[in-house]
């Protein structure tokens, strides 16, 4: 029988708040995401462009960092071997603008659930609020997810 290391429906809370370790952003995070995504913008990838842009410096790509913060998230074990599937992303807001060497964190709170039977889980809505190294908020939203119930005791 495979244990799961995260928590099961049942175990959510409302109001349950969680803070993600955090992670620094590198020149080959936006490298290889712009190769993965084939998102060359120039914003991204062009120094000499991005230096006499509103920036003056390069940005990284916003799902980048909305991927960072997902991984982010997972290695928290909150969900390690319970989730069912990511359903949505909801109100997702990209407000401030990450660099080369910012270090990003997420803020995640429980702020509903409802049993969903039918999958053998339900569904936990999580408020996201991605911060960089000087505690602003650099991205915000509501992620929801579907998670595993408790399995039932063997008699």
């Keep these: 029988m495979e244990v799961s290391r995260g928590l099961y429906y049942e175990e959510f809370t ?3 708040q969680i803070t993600t370790a955090g992670r620094t952003i590198t020149e080959a995070d936006i490298v290889n995401f712009a190769g993965l995504s084939g998102d060359y913008n120039s914003i ?5 462009y991005t230096q006499s842009s509103f920036y003056q410096q390069r940005v990284a790509h916003g799902l980048l960092v909305l991927s960072i913060a997902s991984g982010l998230a997972f290695r928290t074990g909150l969900i390690e071997g319970t989730v069912i ?6 109100d997702w807001r990209f407000s401030q603008p990450v660099f080369i060497g910012d270090t990003v964190h997420a803020e995640l709170e429980v702020v509903d659930h409802k049993p969903m039977p039918r ?3 339900g569904r936990v809505d999580l408020e996201v609020r991605v911060k960089n190294q000087d505690d ?8 929801g997810l579907l998670v595993l119930s408790k399995p039932e005791a063997a008699d």
């Design 85 to 90: 599937a990511w359903r949505d992303i909801g």
């Design 119 to 121: 999958l053998g889980g």
């Design 136 to 143: 602003k908020v650099v991205m915000n939203g509501r992620w």
């Design 44 to 48: 991204h990838t062009d120094l000499a």
């Design 14 to 16: 409302d109001g349950e």
